[in-house]
């Protein structure tokens, strides 16, 4: 059984930055940050393949960066340039099925699917203040 167990949340202001962890006993083949602001569903953020491929939802291109760091057993989220639309509960997640296979395209966007990873935390919050 996988455990995670997420950290770094906290309130900041616009334009400010915060480094979530989430530490693993065991590292999925996929594994991957969500969020999900009240009375909204849960937004995919990005994934980090086994072979250290990253993709990110369009949102948070550019301001995000997903990573691992083997020798602690973490999956971290640097969160830069932040808004008060990235508000909302953070969690990580684990998947032994390939990155690509939970994301689905469209014509204009991609969409990552909390659908098909078994394994969760049990979330931190972020809060960004303008």
């Known amino acids: 059984q996988v455990q995670l167990v997420e950290s770094g949340g906290g309130s900041v202001q616009a334009g400010g930055s915060l480094r979530l962890s989430c530490a693993y006993t065991?590292?999925?083949?996929?594994m991957g940050w969500f969020r999900q602001a009240p009375g909204k569903e849960r937004e995919g953020i990005a994934t980090?393949?086994?072979?250290?491929?990253?993709r990110y939802t369009d949102s948070v291109k550019g301001r995000f960066a997903i990573s691992r760091d083997n020798a602690k057993s973490t999956l971290d989220l640097q969160m830069d340039s932040l808004k008060s639309e990235d508000t909302a509960m953070y969690y990580c997640?684990?998947?032994?099925?390939?990155?690509?296979?939970?994301?689905?395209?469209?014509?204009?966007?991609?969409?990552?699917?909390?659908?098909?990873?078994?394994?969760w935390g049990q979330g931190t919050q972020v809060t960004v203040s303008s």
């Open positions: 997640a684990a998947s032994t099925n390939y990155c690509f296979t939970h994301w689905n395209w469209t014509a204009n966007r991609a969409y990552l699917m909390s659908s098909g990873f078994p394994n």
């Open positions: 065991t590292s999925g083949r996929c």
């Open positions: 980090l393949a086994s072979d250290g491929t990253t």
